[in-house]
Structures are given as structure tokens and as C-alpha cells.
């Protein structure tokens, strides 16, 4: 069993690239179905949380591949666009 708090605290990882794309900022839970929907990233242009967009990045959960120890890997061949703030 996973607990929410520690998907928070591990690093998540594009495997098609190897970049790194933050923590977990919030996740999406679909209550009806008992499931997660998505995780929310902070988006990468800001610094310090004072500069760039205030746009999240949403990323489906089917787009994760594996939840490491330390780490989870998601495959995002698409994450330069996010335009729309979420990746599919």
C-alpha cells in the first residue's frame, strides 16, 4: 500500500528523456470510481514560485509507468506541449 504523502515526496522521472519534472504538487481522485485520475505537477518555468506561468501540469495516471521507491517514472512523449496545462 502506497499513502498519498509519500507519492508526494518522490521525484518524477520522464523515462523517454530521463528529465526530471518535480514532486507531485497535488493529486486528482475520481470519488465515484475510487480511483486516481492524475497528478499535478507545478509547471517548470517559475523560480522561486515568483516568475513564469502559474499554469499546473496534469498528467493522466495511465501515463505512469512505475512507482518506485524513490521515484516515479512517467512516459510523456508529448511534455513540451502543455499548452493546455494537461498531457494525454
Known sequence: MVKISDLRMREVINVLNGKKLGLIKDIEI???AGRIRSVVLPSGGRVFGFLGRNDDV????HKIKKLGLDVILVELSDYGDTSNNAIY
Do not use: A
Open 30 to 32: 475520481d470519488l465515484e
Open 58 to 61: 496534469v498528467i493522466p495516471w
